[in-house]
């Protein structure tokens, strides 16, 4: 779940330099001209870190000011790298899952996509303490070689949060999963903006299912006489499959109500047995 120790050298020597000319610019933090002396904040000063971290941010033009005076004489791939950060993702995520490739961060706000994230020199999990997931932190995303990295500074809420919502972010995750599965790249080798999923793009595509599907709707709605309570509650099941299938393909936006129905189908089909003494 990490990036290459040799790209995680090389982003903190291209991220660092690029700090201690933001403070070099705006004076945010006093006597913080160099990447030593970044060096020298270590861990009690995170916060300083932050600090000139944020006004870069908040001043997108020191990007294109430092890549045209090239102070430290980095290379123009290395140079690239730092303008695709223009294309940063600041936000409030959940952290979700952690998977072997990477962690799975939510957008808090707008829950539109979800982001495949590698650590630096340490795991994401021991960055957060080994908080329970769902997490929820501050972060800023950044493109890197084709994958997804953070800036090395996140703020974790010590936050727990009950089953409903644990609930409906587990249903977000898949929903968005087999949607699109999880964002591996968001710009491309050029620094443009381009998104590249975990979704496989299937070889062969399916078969139309849709005629097959809409005779057998046809076909299940005609059964509807049964000689027992088991055969009806079977049949019940079998219409409100077919009809759920059919949505899946007409209006697959709406298929919440066609699986109330199998829900209820399956629910009477359970009670006829269990009357019947199957358990």
């Known amino acids: 779940m990490n990036l290459a120790t040799e790209d995680a050298r ?117 960055v957060v303490r080994g908080q329970p997931l769902p997490v929820l932190l501050k972060a800023t995303l950044l493109p890197f070689k084709g994958q997804i990295i953070y800036d090395g500074l996140v703020a974790p809420y010590t936050v727990l949060f009950g089953k409903g919502i644990r609930t409906d972010l587990d249903n977000i995750f898949r929903r968005l999963k087999a949607k699109e599965g999880i964002v591996e790249q968001f710009v491309d080798a050029d620094g443009k903006p381009q998104i590249r999923t975990s979704l496989k793009t299937p070889t062969k595509p399916a078969p139309d299912w849709k005629p097959t599907i809409d005779e057998i709707v046809a076909q299940t709605d005609k059964m509807r006489r049964a000689d027992t309570p088991t055969q009806s509650a079977t049949l019940g099941l079998l219409r409100a499959a077919a009809h759920l299938a059919q949505s899946a393909y007409d209006q697959p936006n709406e298929v919440g109500g066609q699986l109330k129905q199998v829900r209820r189908a399956l629910s009477r089909l359970e009670s006829v047995l269990y009357e019947n003494g199957f358990e």
């Open 10 to 126: 090389l982003f903190f020597k291209l991220f660092l330099a690029l700090l201690a000319y933001t403070n070099r610019q705006l004076n945010v933090v006093k006597n913080v001209s160099t990447v030593s002396d970044i060096h020298k904040l270590g861990k009690a000063g995170t916060a300083s870190t932050m600090k000139i971290r944020d006004a870069l941010y908040a001043h997108p033009k020191l990007f294109d000011q430092f890549i045209a005076e090239n102070p430290d004489g980095f290379t123009p791939e290395e140079l690239n790298l730092i303008a695709s950060w223009k294309h940063r993702i600041s936000d409030e995520f959940y952290l979700m899952r952690y998977l072997k490739k990477y962690a799975v961060f939510i957008p808090a706000k707008k829950s539109d996509h979800l982001y495949g994230v590698l650590g630096l020199f340490d795991p994401i999990e021991v």
